[in-house]
């Protein structure tokens, strides 16, 4: 039986996350969460009816930068995702719709650093894909949220996983 609510009950035959993969996890959500507070500032900063004021251009640089963050982050979630990858196969309804949700977010959050630099040093054109990757990643963030949701409802351990300092993690990539 669970010492907490958030460990992960015996019956429950998961793999844990380990330490990198939670904080590089939270990493993203913070930086995502300063994507969606700056991207206004974009628009304010291209704009020919009006001069953006400094701290437009401060919160477009802290855009910038922050998005090519997520970028390096992603590509070494994918390279921990791949090197822990889970073993035992997919057979409830559930776990495909998780592993298709998690998919999603991966290849949206990956292709959205890409083409915000692409967007920014390249080709300005790119911008439009841009926008509707965020639409898309969006969408998935509201599904991981209500998956996260349904899991602490249910106390089944699964939301623990993710948390740092809970008993459902290891120590190393």
């Known amino acids: 039986m669970p010492k907490n609510r958030w460990e992960i009950p015996a019956e ?8 990198v993969q939670i904080l590089l996890h939270w990493a993203v959500v913070g930086l995502v969460t300063v994507q969606w507070l700056t991207y206004d500032a974009i628009a304010r900063t291209h704009s020919s009816l009006m ?4 701290v437009d251009l401060l919160e477009h640089s802290i855009h910038t930068w922050a998005g090519i963050l997520i970028g ?5 979630r994918l390279g921990l995702r791949i090197h822990r990858r889970r073993t035992v ?6 776990d495909r ?7 999603g977010l991966y290849m949206a959050l ?5 083409t915000g630099f692409v967007t920014r040093y390249l080709w300005g054109g790119a911008g439009l894909a841009h926008v509707w990757i965020w639409k898309a990643i969006l969408a998935l963030l509201v599904l991981h949220v209500l998956g996260a949701i349904y899991h602490l409802v249910r106390r089944d351990g699964v939301f623990g996983r993710m948390l740092p300092g809970s ?5 190393g990539p």
């Not at 001069?51 to 400094?54: G, H, N, S, T, V």
């Not at 196969?89 to 559930?94: A, I, L, Q, S, T």
């Open 167 to 171: 008993q459902a993690t290891t120590i």
């Open 51 to 54: 001069r953006p004021k400094p």
């Open 72 to 76: 390096v982050l992603m590509v070494g």
């Open 110 to 114: 990956l292709a959205q650093a890409a």
């Open 89 to 94: 196969p997919r057979v409830e309804w559930k």
């Open 12 to 19: 429950i035959d998961r793999p844990r996350y380990s330490l």
């Open 97 to 103: 719709i998780a592993a298709l949700v998690h998919s």
